[in-house]
């Protein structure tokens, strides 16, 4: 069974551009979370999708955004990016959450 | 609110040696417990979990951990550390509903000298 799958890896971007992430879910699981992990803040939900539905929202601005899309796969967004949300971005997918979370290697996401 | 504690932001044990990484967590509900390991530049793997069954679990990789609710701990052992097992581990808490999240702790860096 394929495990979650986050593309890119790597990212560099400038300050105040936007970028997308993207993770795919183990086969069969509805369920997908963002997470950033930071040196400072450690790891942090910034939401939780499942059937195109977002069903639960960290304490995150405006400026990042996710969805979902039929096939389960999610996407998130970060808009105007600043200096701070350099970090490295982790999806998790699930069945069920008592179930325990699946997670992908994550995105490190670099902003110059 | 859930919340959970990580005493020790560094473990440094022998190779041989006990491992025990300690975990306090605060839950207004029963909790469903988690540890992760997270390798260098790597996601978080995870190494067992607690969802109200037996309070002895068993991971992968010879890690165990004992829920005590009494003592709202669930700390994570391994009788032999190896060095393969230097890593930083993190525990997390849930109330296991579908859609919520996972509450981390600070996470312990594991070094594990030979």
């Known amino acids: 069974k394929a495990g979650v799958t986050q593309t890119p890896r790597y990212l560099i971007k400038t300050r105040g551009q936007q970028v997308t992430l993207s993770c795919s879910p183990i086969s069969g699981h509805r369920s997908v979370s963002w997470y950033q992990q930071t040196p400072g803040q450690g790891l942090q939900f910034l939401f939780e999708?499942?059937?195109?539905?977002?069903?639960n929202k960290g304490n995150f601005p405006g400026r990042f955004s996710g969805r979902q899309f039929s096939n389960s796969r999610s996407e998130m967004n970060v808009s105007t990016l600043e200096l701070g949300d350099s970090a490295l971005y982790l999806c998790a997918s699930s069945s069920q959450g008592r179930y325990g979370y699946t997670f992908g290697s994550g995105t490190r996401l670099t902003v110059v | 609110a859930q919340s959970v504690t990580q005493l020790g932001s560094h473990v440094s044990v022998s190779e041989g040696a006990l491992v025990l990484l300690r975990c306090n967590y605060s839950?207004?509900?029963?909790?469903?417990l988690f540890w992760y390991v997270q390798y260098p530049n790597q996601g978080l793997q995870l190494l067992l979990k607690?969802?109200?069954?037996?309070?002895l679990v068993k991971g992968i990789n010879g890690f165990e951990a004992e829920f005590k609710k009494s003592e709202t701990s669930f700390h994570l052992t391994k009788p032999s550390a190896h060095m393969s097992d230097a890593a930083e581990y993190f525990c997390a808490v849930s109330d296991g509903r579908d859609g919520n999240k996972l509450v981390f702790g600070a996470g312990t860096i594991l070094r594990v000298k030979s």
């Open positions: 999708y499942f059937s195109e539905t977002q069903r």
């Open positions: 839950s207004s509900v029963p909790p469903y």
């Open positions: 607690y969802t109200s069954a037996a309070t």
